[in-house]
């Protein structure tokens, strides 16, 4: 169980373009979703949690407005990375918790998806 | 001082030895402990999680936590080169957000 997927698994675009990334818990609810980026041989960093109909709470020095996310339902999350540049371009990774049946503690990682901007 | 401390490696072992990853942290608050495997260019996957001190085994797999000296352990027996990855410790306090606090990995290497 505790199946967490993302899609696309890799993707390239063109600088100044937007990307939609997904994020699917499939045979749970995911009531917190959490968005990381790790670079090569670097620990996740968390850009942002979100809560099933709630705005995402972004960290410090995420611009949520380039990053737009949205957890329109306890399955799906969307991370949308808009104008892309090339300093974007990373590994891009979701995780999920479903916090009552967890008591809030284990969290489940998506495969993850490495953008490209070019 | 960075919250979660875990030496990047690599570690190079050969198949069957024991192997022992470590993670310092300096917030005491912490209550909750867990493991991460991470496999090139794929997402963390939760191996194994324990609360407060104390040990917890599961296969070739034991975690450990010393609470006193801020320290915890995962030890994995027999190794094989299946298990060549990247660990990540990751540890959260109780109560509130719960958003772990995460190392930056040890990479292990297993050889023939």
Redesign the interface.
């Known amino acids: 169980g505790a199946v967490v997927s993302q899609h696309p698994s890799r993707v390239i675009c063109k600088s100044g373009t937007s990307v939609k990334i997904e994020c699917r818990s499939l045979d749970f609810q995911a009531t917190t979703m959490f968005w990381y980026r790790q670079f090569p041989k670097q620990s996740l960093m968390l850009m942002a949690t979100s809560n099933e109909g709630s705005k995402a709470t972004y960290e410090q020095g995420v611009e949520k407005d380039k990053f737009l996310i949205n957890h329109a339902s306890l399955t799906l999350s969307t991370l949308t990375v808009t104008s892309a540049h090339p300093e974007d371009s990373s590994f891009y990774i979701c995780s999920a918790r479903d916090d009552i049946a967890s008591g809030g503690t284990e969290q489940y990682f998506g495969p993850g998806t490495r953008l490209t901007v070019t | 001082q960075k919250e979660v401390e ?1 030496d ?1 490696g690599p570690l190079s072992v050969p198949e069957g030895a024991i192997v022992s990853l470590n993670c310092t942290y300096s917030n005491s608050a912490f209550q ?1 402990f ?1 493991w ?1 495997r991470q496999y090139s ?6 191996l194994m ?1 324990t609360y407060s001190s104390g040990n917890k085994e599961d296969g070739r797999f034991t975690a450990q936590v010393d609470k006193s000296s801020k320290y915890i352990s995962l030890f994995i027996r027999d190794s094989q080169p299946s298990d060549s990855a990247t660990y ?1 410790c990751a540890m ?1 306090i ?1 109560g509130g ?4 606090t ?4 040890t ?1 292990l290497i297993v050889h023939p």
């Open positions: 875990q990047p909750y867990m991460y260019r794929k997402g963390p996957e939760l999680y990540l959260t109780t957000s719960y958003i772990p995460f190392g930056r990995g990479s």
